[in-house]
């Protein structure tokens, strides 16, 4: 018997939830995980999201009437003037379901398989049977995000249904990723730049992760701050499934109308596990709510140009300077997107924020664990010197790390200084700031300084912000 029937699934969920975002705040590299970020100041702004479609299956098969389900959220959409982020997959030929899903049910209706969209109904959903709602998502203004081309799992699920089919392994889930990346580029012209793993079930079975592979894709992980509750097992009474949808987030604005500001709101795009689906009613009253609290409905990645962070909003004295060398390509923020200005510096920090993660792309691939723990983040941060820069192959083969630190940073941004061309007084003063910056950080692991001091320091020296 599955662990989620004998321990209530949401109390594992929550725990495993708490693990790992420990872990995030930890870790540094070109992925981040977006949940939410920073308020704007003077406005409510709010990311939709939509999972599993695009759908053209009813929505409400067991009448057989009610339109489509992608079609009715682009009408209610445009209607509200909103836009939103579809977490688009392939096929459901690969998810499809084992056993026939029933209203009333608590559990999925697939054991191996998952539920999109029902039997025998593969030309209802996903990218490849439905294009022409894959193009009409990008005409109408919303963004398109990748899902995953089969929606297998990219591994074993680690609470729940430890039945349910994955992916082999990480090359098998960047294949399918590339697959979904492509289809949707040639289907629509829109190159996705966000992705949520299936289930937001993140490691793969050979012990990598969704991070490795969005790295690879060069993808930001967006993830949800609050549950739409669209995809929960229906109560078998249509009505009451859209209460049950609508009550929590009526709920949470009533008790305080700033929550949702900068939040990323989780919707479905398809069926919920009982094969009936409130969204299209529920997603009204949603977007109703909302408009009375003030919000505008935005994609992502529209929150996330005015909004970047996850702890600083524009107000905060930093933010303009790390704003910029988030642009450049620099790690700025931990995986969770925390910049964390005030956190004193490590070494693992400082190579990161010195680094533009454009230029590591592959990297990871080579290393064992990739970005983890500051210890082994140092051991990243030499291997990421061996892939960019000649200088820092040197330093990283003479140098102790201790010595990389100072030293490595100077090769670093003396390097990136090269490939710029700039007015000789200008990379003059630049190089007059960076002797002054290398000199400041001879310590050891732990460095004098934080982060907001230094990325103050590496703004001004690199992009002259
Ligand atoms: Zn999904």
Known sequence: MPLGRLVPLKMLKNVYRGLQNARLARQVGPVRRV???????GRRLVALTFDDGPSAAPLRPSLRAGGTVSGTIMDLMKRFGARGTFNVIGTTRFNYPDRPGRLGGVF?????????????RDDWAGVLAQPALARRLVDEGHELSNHGFTHLAFGPSLYGNGSRAYLPGLDAVIADLRTQHELVRETTGFAMRLARPPHYIERT????????????????????SFDGGGWQASSGDYEADVEMMVRPLAAALAADPEVLNGGILFEKDGYNMSAQSPVADGLKR????LRDYGYEVLTASELLALSPFSDIGPAHPIFPQAKALLEAGHLVTFADNHVRPDSRLTQADLEALCVRGASCGALSLATDRGFATPPVLGAAGLLLRFAGSPTGRNL?????????????LAAVCLDYLGSVVLPEDEAARRRALLTGLAARFSGGWALPATRAEVIAMIAATLLGV
């Open 286 to 289: 949603h977007l109703e709510i």
């Open 396 to 408: 990283a083969v003479a140098g102790s790390a201790t010595e990389l630190s100072a030293r490595g």
């Open 205 to 224: 079975a050979d012990g990598r992760s969704a991070y490795d592979a969005y790295r690879v894709l060069g993808y930001t992980y967006l993830g949800a």
């Open 108 to 120: 999925w209706s697939g054991i191996r398989f998952d539920h999109y969209p029902e039997y025998g």
């Open 35 to 41: 949940d939410r970020v920073a308020p704007v100041p």
